[in-house]
Every structure is written in C-alpha cells, then in structure tokens.
C-alpha cells in the first residue's frame, strides 16, 4: 500500500470511531428521555378533568299554602265581612340560572286549587270553587357557613311578579304579588339535590277585585295588601 491511500485509511477509522461515539451518546440521551415522556403522560392521566359549573337549576315543587282573606268594600263600620280563600295544597316549579355560585335567579310558577266563601257576610252564599296562578321572579342568596355542613346551604329569597285569581263563577282578577323568604337545600351530588322553603307572598288587591255573591250579586273586594304564606319541597335538578 503507498502513502497516497494512507489519508483515506486514517479518516475512514476516525468517521467510525465518531459514530460509535455519537450512537453510545445517543443511546444514554434516549433511555432517560423515554422514562420522562412516560412519567409525565402517567401524571397527565392521573389529573382529575377540570369540571365546569353547573349553571341551571329545576325543581319541582309541592307544598302547603295558607288562607287568605279579601275585605269586602264597602263595609258597615264594627264589622269585618270578607272573601276568604281556603287554605290547600299547592304545587309548581322553580327554573333558574345561577349569575354566581351562591347567587340565583328564577322564575317560578306556583299553582292552588281551592275554594272561597264569604264570613260575615251574605250568609247562605254557595261556596265556590277557585284557582290561583302565581308568577314570580325569584332572586336568592345561599349561604355556605363555616360550623355547616358542605352540603347544605341555608338561603334567603325575594320574589315578586303577579297573582292571577279566578272562581267558578266567572269572577277573576290579577294583581301585583311579591314574596320574602327562606329555606335550605341539600346537594347531595354534582346534579342532584333537595330543596325546603318557606315564603310570606302577599297580593295588593288595588284597584278592587270582584267577586260573585249569588245570583245578581257581586261585591267589590280588595283595597290592601291581602296576605298568603306557603311551604314547600322538591328535588332539583341541576345542570
């Protein structure tokens, strides 16, 4: 062999020994780089999925309301003659949005079956049966106090809206209602809870309503604020 082919020998053994390095180097790099990526996407799956809010609440509703009782006008003074609608039980639901996670705003549609009778006034009058709708905006607060449990916040409630009255007679009327209250619910789950609460709801009965007597006879009642309360409970479903 000449010297000429010498130069091509020398840089043919360094091109090996440099690959040899370049893969050892490879390989060290590789093992702790594949451990990491593995580490990493363990610790990826592990994480809980961030949860978004749940924004609407649906309860249905059933519940107890009390009596409530219209002046007649106009009266002869020392007495107290009045319509009176029964005390029975009621039923409706509650839809709302929540603006924050203790702030929530309804709507609220509750509904009674009963029926009116007069005291102290036209005795012998039949008693009647009647219907009362109610519609109102619910705004309420809960609260999360420290000694509670997590799961259950107290809340306070204020609602106004209007009041539709309507008697098997054919007499019926609408007045402005508003309501304060209270209550708590139970959350038993993300989307699962309980709800128990407790509204005074009084209706101004101005300008006057009227009312159906017997025959021919139809009296003018109202004039002030004529006061209701009710209870009620009903699973929500929240979403």
């Known amino acids: 062999m000449g010297t000429a082919g010498l130069p091509k020998i020398v840089w043919s053994v360094m091109a090996r020994i440099s690959f040899a390095h370049w893969a050892q180097a490879k390989g060290r790099l590789f093992v702790p780089g594949l451990l990491f990526l593995t580490i990493s996407a363990s610790l990826a799956a592990q994480e809980p999925a961030v949860q978004k809010p749940c924004r609407f609440d649906l309860t249905p509703l059933v519940g107890y309301r ?18 009176v609608l029964d005390a029975t039980p009621s039923y409706g639901f509650a839809f709302g949005f929540r603006l924050h996670e203790d702030d ?18 036209y005795p012998g009058s039949p008693t009647q049966s009647a219907t009362l709708n109610q519609f109102h905006g619910d705004f309420s607060h809960e609260y999360m106090i420290e000694d509670w449990r997590s799961w259950a916040r107290p809340f306070v409630m204020l609602s106004v ?18 309501g304060m209250g209270g209550g708590v619910k139970f959350f038993v789950g993300r989307h699962l809870g309980f709800r128990m609460q407790a509204q005074w709801l009084p209706v101004l009965v101005d300008p006057y309503g009227v009312a159906v007597c017997g025959a021919g006879c139809v009296v003018h009642i109202g004039g002030t604020l004529s006061s209701q309360g009710e209870v009620a409970v009903g699973p929500m479903i929240r979403f």
């Open 66 to 83: 009390t009596g409530m009782s219209f002046p007649i006008q106009p009266y002869v003074t020392g007495t107290n003659p009045r319509l």
């Open 104 to 121: 929530v705003v309804e709507f609220r549609w509750a509904r009674q079956a009963s029926h009116t009778h007069f005291e102290d006034a």
């Open 161 to 178: 809206g209007a009041t539709h009255l309507s008697g098997s007679a054919g007499a019926s009327f609408t007045r402005f209602s508003f």
